[in-house]
T-cell receptor, first 116, second 116 residues
Framework: DAGVIQSPRHEVTEMGQEVTLRCKPI?????LFWYRQTMMRGLELLIYFNNNVPIDDSGMPEDRFSAKMPNASFSTLKIQPSEPRDSAVYFC??????????????FGPGTRLTVL | AQSVTQLGSHVSVSEGALVLLRCNYS??????LFWYVQYPNQGLQLLLK??????LVKGINGFEAEFKKSETSFHLTKPSAHMSDAAEYFC??????????????FGKGTKLSVKP
């Protein structure tokens, strides 16, 4: 299995630009999570999906952030417009409800976003 | 609400010495607890997990953790540190109120350095 795939691995953009981060979960997993990691705030859950439906987006910082999951094998996290304070590493993770009682999440390698 | 506290943001040990990384949790229900490791420029990888079975849990790379309900602790140990153990370690608790698939609530992380 290829694991969780994220693209791009690195993104440098200018303030005000739109940024789209992409994630392909492990095949067969029905939960998908987006996290943000910064030195100041550590690892924060932004949003998670179950069967492509957003379940909890209370961690999304503001309306500039949006996430979609059009099908079971693809999700996007969009920031529009981007700001320097959005600079962070964004992780995608997935898990299967078949193992719901163990809650193990499998993480992608992350996208390092730098907003100038 | 569930939470975890990791004592010490940075721990330094000599190669061959005991590794002890501390984690205390707060949970209103019997917790599921996890330790993840993050190597530089990589995503998080599961080390081990406690899911109400044996209180002493063995994980990968020689790590183990003991669940102590009376102390609300889940400390991570390894008898003999190796240079390759240098990484950041995260303790997490599953937010599984109502028995549904839970989110992972992560601690701030402890960066482990191993001196030759």
């Amino acid at each position: 299995d290829a694991g969780v795939i994220q693209s791009p691995r690195h993104e440098v953009t200018e303030m005000g630009q739109e940024v789209t981060l992409r994630c392909k979960p492990i095949s067969g997993h029905d939960y998908l999570f987006w996290y943000r990691q910064t030195m100041m705030r550590g690892l924060e859950l932004l949003i998670y999906f179950n069967n492509n439906v957003p379940i909890d987006d209370s961690g999304m910082p503001e309306d500039r952030f949006s996430a979609k999951m059009p099908n079971a094998s693809f999700s996007t996290l969009k920031i529009q417009p981007s700001e320097p304070r959005d600079s962070a590493v964004y992780f995608c993770a997935s898990t299967s409800s078949g193992s719901w009682n163990t809650d193990t999440q499998y993480f992608g390698p992350g996208t390092r976003l730098t907003v100038l | 609400a569930q939470s975890v506290t990791q004592l010490g943001s940075h721990v330094s040990v000599s190669e061959g010495a005991l590794v002890l990384l501390r984690c205390n949790y707060s949970s209103s229900v019997p917790p599921y607890l996890f330790w993840y490791v993050q190597y530089p420029n990589q995503g998080l990888q599961l080390l081990l997990k406690y899911t109400s079975a044996a209180t002493l849990v063995k994980g990968i790379n020689g790590f183990e953790a003991e669940f102590k309900k009376s102390e609300t602790s889940f400390h991570l140990t390894k008898p003999s540190a190796h240079m390759s153990d240098a990484a950041e370690y995260f303790c997490a608790v599953s937010d599984r109120l109502g028995g549904s698939q839970g989110n992972l609530i992560f601690g701030k992380g402890t960066k482990l350095s191993v001196k030759p």
